[in-house]
Structure formats: structure tokens, C-alpha cells
């Protein structure tokens, strides 16, 4: 049986889909997956993901990822705001914390995702989060405001997530629970997360499921493989992947569509 599916997190602009991008979306559509949800991690790169939204009839975020945060010109914020005005884009973001590469100064990364989190607070949009081994700087800055939004490809501790379902934020779950070495521990946090606030994300080209049988020659994930993520969860849980499905979308779309013209 076919169930419908919504990828909470596709990088389509990824010079790993050049001129492979109408197909990804064709296989992903002929899976189940109706929609689907293109991060922007850069001024440019959010309006590349606005321009395929468009193209493919999905939905976009528009945001500066930590890693970028150094490259953020005086005006990104102007830039961001205009792009939250197309009704593609439903969420603001990939922002946030990343301690784990550092690849911007800390000091930086943290003024870009402050100035997000106040973009978010003035336009009332969710935001896409980004938190890596910045467990204790990202509680700070969220205890600071009051934003709706998803913690993006958790794999966090138990005291982080119960921080963030405490603070109301929707949990994305990636590939990443597939994998039975680095994946243990949030094996056994998934079960901890209410029907309500579980969506489900591929992250691809990223973390291709490990227990993924037979795996593409490419290692190249894509959304179509949403379904390994939902089948796993579904066991771990003791549920269905049918429920699993359906309350995944539930919360999609509560989260990003509701109020947005589409």
C-alpha cells in the first residue's frame, strides 16, 4: 500500500543533483512523497531553492546555515525578508548553531542566528534550525525570544530534546536513526517524541540510509528513500508506518502551511 509522504528537508540545489534535479522530484512524487520542503542556506542558495520550488510546485526556506554565517553581508536580513514575501517560502531558516565544524567564528554564528530568531519573532514565520555540539548557546538564545519552529536533523541528547519539545518546537528525524552504530542514541529518544511534533526529512544528498537494501550505486540519497527513514521510526515506536506517515504530514503542514496562501 502506498502512503503519502512530505520530505521535511531537501538541499535540491546541491551540485550533487546538476542536471538530475526534474528526475529526483519525478521518483520522489512516484514514491508517495507530495511534498517537499527545499532549504536555503544562503541568500543565493534560498533563492535558488525558491526559483525550483516554483519549478517543481514544493515549498522553500529562506535562511543563512551557520556554516555560511561568515559570508553574511550587512543586508542579508533585508534580502531574507523580501524572500519570505513569495508564498513558496513557509520557513526561515537553515539557521542556527554549528560547534561541531566551526566553519564561521562562534562569535558570528551567533549574531546571524540571533538576528534570524528576531526576523522570525517579528514575522511570526517558523524557523528551520540548525544545532550541532551548541546545545548550551542554542537554549540561551531560544530562552531570549519565543519563535515557533523544527529542531532540522536532531541527534541531540535526551536533555536537549526535552528542551526543545518543551519549548514547542517539532523534531526532524533523518536518516540519521537508520544507522545502528552512530544512530543508538536517538534510536532511543525517538519513541520520547509525541505523535505531534515528529516530521520526517531525508536531508538528502545527505545521510543516504544505511539500512537501505539494495543501497544506489550513486550513495546518493534522495526523497524517494523517505520511506526507509518512516519504516524505521515506525518499528522503534511500535507503531505503523501508515500512522507514521499520515501524523508526519499532520504536522507538516500545521507547521508551515497553515496561513500561507497555496
Known sequence: MAHNFIDAGVNLTSSQYDDKRSDIVARAKEAGVSNILLIGSNVSDSQASLTLAQEFNVVSTAGV?????????????????????????????????????????????????????????????PVYLHERDAFSAMKAHLKNTSVKGVLHCFTGNREALEFYLDYGLY???????????????????????????????????????R????????????????????????????????????????????????????
Not at 177 to 194: H, T, W
Not at 211 to 218: A, E, N, Q, R, V
Open 65 to 125: 546555515h551557520p556554516h555560511d554565517a561568515k559570508e553574511a553581508t550587512d543586508d542579508f536580513i533585508p534580502q531574507i525578508q523580501q524572500l519570505l514575501t513569495q508564498k513558496e517560502v513557509v520557513a526561515i531558516g537553515e539557521c542556527g548553531l554549528d560547534f561541531n565544524r566551526d566553519f564561521s567564528p562562534r562569535a558570528i554564528q551567533q549574531s546571524v542566528f540571533e538576528q534570524h530568531l528576531a526576523l522570525a519573532k517579528i514575522t511570526n514565520m
Open 211 to 262: 539500512s537501505l537494501s539494495p543501497k544506489p550505486k550513486s550513495r546518493r540519497n534522495e526523497p524517494m528513500f523517505i520511506h526507509e527513514v518512516a519504516n524505521t521510526v515506525a518499528k522503534l515506536r511500535g507503531q505503523t508506518i501508515e500512522h507514521i506517515a499520515n501524523i508526519s504530514v499532520e504536522n507538516f503542514n500545521r507547521l508551515f502551511l497553515a496561513g500561507k496562501d497555496r
Open 171 to 209: 523534531i526532524g528525524i533523518t536518516g540519521w536513526v537508520c544507522d545502528e552504530r552512530r544512530g543508538a542514541e536517538l534510536q532511543s529518544l525517538v519513541p520520547l517524541i509525541p505523535d505531534d511534533k515528529l516530521l520526517l526529512e531525508t536531508d538528502a544528498p545527505y545521510l543516504l540510509p
